[in-house]
């Protein structure tokens, strides 16, 4: 997977379409990822979504049009995706700080300009990894769809706070089983999917067979996969997404293995302390070798 191209060629279809629809799966298959793995990717290495990326190349664009020509509102409005002037002078005004029939007078607007992928050198930090062949798992788990992008950054630690509160690791807890290396630890799964805007999540545990399922919970198995397992130190949930963004930045597009783009899973200990968070835990993510 050569990300670097493939990641330009997204951009280039997104600034060819900026006057149309924007297909986010057709914007995927251009970088040659799943939809899911592509907004999780750019969002790392942009710093915001590809929606919030398409919103402000657009708004921006709106903007040098209402200055430098003579042109309609309305049809600006609907050449940039816009079904009605009130929605697109809503977001103008919040993007820009003025509406759009101000905008010839404004002392400024916001420019937002196209991404350029280049070559950088960065890295040169430690990452402690491992290679293991494991599973398959069956988990017992208690699973919520999140939005694609920023926000889960906070709503899953959310989850993670209410999990502890209204007794969900408690049950988790007392069905832990399996025999593997995880079966004494608390995991958070990330699931790939075919819906571009949310994913699955789950916190979960390693179980033997069961013979009932708790409400709310349900069963699911992770098959055998190739993993590469990094560790991470410090105060949760930093560490972990830190781990996260330097593993698919950083680690990945030096080595011999990619990542698949089925799972990741966050494997907490016992020992992590649920109050101060703080403790070692590891991320692993399935992988195959390149070819």
């Known amino acids: ?17 900026l006057e149309g629809k924007v297909s986010l799966e057709e914007v995927a298959r251009c970088s040659g990822c799943s939809s899911f793995y592509f907004q999780r990717l750019f969002s790392m290495l942009a710093g915001y979504s590809v929606g919030e990326y398409i919103r402000k190349r657009r708004l921006s664009k709106a903007a040098e049009e209402l200055v430098s020509k003579q042109v309609k509102i309305i049809d600006v409005a609907l050449k940039y995706g816009y079904d009605t002037p009130e929605s697109f002078s809503r977001a103008f005004r919040a993007f820009h700080g003025c509406l ?9 607007i916001k420019s937002f300009s196209r991404i350029q992928t280049k070559l950088v050198i960065e890295g040169g930090k430690d990452m402690d990894y491992r290679i293991v062949n494991a599973g398959p798992f069956k988990v017992l788990e208690k699973a919520r769809y999140f939005t694609n992008g920023e926000q889960s950054l906070k709503e899953v630690p959310a989850f993670w ?35 571009c805007s949310k994913f699955k999540y789950s916190i979960a545990v390693t179980v033997d067979d069961l013979a009932s399922v708790p409400e709310g919970f349900e069963v699911s198995t992770i098959p055998s996969q190739t993993w590469v397992v990094f560790k991470s130190q410090g105060k949760l949930p930093k560490c972990i997404q830190e781990t996260t963004r330097m593993a698919y930045t950083q680690f990945f597009p030096s080595s011999e293995y990619q990542p698949n783009g089925l799972y990741d899973l966050e494997v907490y200990p016992e020992s992590i302390d649920s109050e101060s968070g703080e403790g070692a835990c590891w991320l692993w993510i399935s992988a195959e070798r390149r070819y």
């Open 100 to 108: 759009p029939s101000q905008v010839r007078n404004a002392s400024s």
């Open 1 to 17: 997977m050569n990300w670097i191209a493939g990641l330009q060629r997204a951009i280039d279809f997104i600034e060819l379409n």
């Open 161 to 195: 706070d209410s999990s502890w509160k209204d007794g969900t690791c408690e049950t988790l807890f007392s069905h832990m089983g399996g025999d593997n290396e995880l079966k004494s630890c608390l995991l958070g799964i990330c699931y790939d999917g075919d819906d």
